[in-house]
């Protein structure tokens, strides 16, 4: 295995799934090295949330390969989801519970020892300011504080690959800036972090290379400076992705 190989931490090789008769992604192929932020964008209705859910293992695909970390979701499936955590659109909690009794919930849940899990718990909680608010029952949280929980939660076992799905909705400026810099820290830590936003300033920000899916296939992939090339527009993110995904709706004029 070469260097640049070992650094590949999620491949996807022909990935497709079928509903029906509904192709929802169709031969999607991607490498996600370590240390990098990938955005993934796409209209509603694109395959985004299909992908999301194959690459987390919670749908398997219908034709393709899924690996993480080297390991095969589907042969070895445990191994892959080890390496690897997903933040949803819509953070869950089990609302009966501490956020300190979620966070040793899931620590469990990852098989953290116990001197492990309290050292872990006792980071994130710093991380994301959760120390005033981690004894309270989590139905009280806000939004945000929820989403600073859902983070927390995500990170205890220290994944190599972490999923996110439109962090930013609901959070007031302060924590969309907080995020920003969580995901740069990560980054620079050597996570990979797949994102998937309508921010596109976030992204334009952010993102090490783009992915824009449309129609279940992938219409462009790479730096800003490469979609615009390939858009033939030098403008900002917004009017990019615009000209590509509308060149690619049927019956669309040049």
Not at 100 to 109: D, G, N, S, Y
């Amino acid at each position: 295995m070469t260097q640049l190989e070992s650094e590949i931490q999620v491949r996807m090789d022909g990935v497709s799934r079928k509903y029906g008769e509904h192709w929802a992604v169709r031969d999607l192929s991607l490498e996600l090295r370590k240390g990098e932020l990938f955005a993934f964008l796409g209209p509603n209705g694109a395959g985004k949330t299909t992908t999301i859910k194959m690459m987390c293992g919670l749908l398997r695909p219908t034709a393709g390969t899924i690996t993480i970390c080297g390991h095969d979701l589907v042969a070895d499936g445990l191994a892959a989801r080890a390496n690897l955590s997903y933040v949803p659109d819509l953070p869950f909690l089990y609302e009966h519970l501490t956020g300190l009794e979620f966070l040793q919930l899931v620590a469990q849940l990852h098989g953290l020892a116990q001197e492990k899990a309290m050292e872990r718990i006792s980071t994130v909680t710093r991380q994301f300011e959760l120390e005033k608010f981690r004894d309270q029952i989590t139905m009280r949280y806000s939004h945000g504080m929820r989403q600073r929980t859902v983070f927390a939660a995500a990170l205890l076992h220290q994944p190599k690959v972490l999923v996110v799905d439109e962090p930013t909705v609901g959070l007031d400026p302060r924590s969309v800036r907080q995020l920003k810099d969580l995901l740069r820290e990560l980054v620079a830590e050597g996570t990979t972090i797949f994102l998937s936003s309508h921010s596109l300033d976030v992204v334009q920000e952010l993102a090490d290379r783009i992915g824009i899916i449309s129609g279940g296939k992938l219409i462009g992939c790479g730096s800003i400076g490469e979609l615009s090339s390939q858009a033939s527009h030098d403008g900002p993110l917004e009017e990019v992705f615009l000209k590509l995904t509308s060149e690619d709706e049927p019956g669309a004029g040049p």
